[in-house]
């Protein structure tokens, strides 16, 4: 399968800069699922800022309605 990188770089909601997995998403569910964590793209922009992407803080959000 080839990888839409391009295409997904486009969408990508990723504000880390410099980000190696930047569009690359098999690579980036990867990295955070091996670091409990979900990639930013789950979250909303204003929570993907803070870098805080653990489970814990997207349960949090949907609890409050808010994904």
């Not at 569009?23 to 699922?33: A, E, F, S």
Request: proline share 7%.
């Amino acid at each position: 399968m080839k990888c839409k990188s391009e295409t997904n770089s486009a969408s990508c909601t990723c504000t880390y800069p410099g980000c190696p997995r930047h569009g690359i998403c098999c690579d980036c569910l990867r990295y955070h699922k091996a670091m409990r964590q979900l990639p930013g793209c789950f979250f909303p922009p204003g929570v993907e800022r803070t870098w805080e992407r653990s489970y814990e803080a997207f349960a949090k959000l949907v609890e409050a309605g808010e994904v």
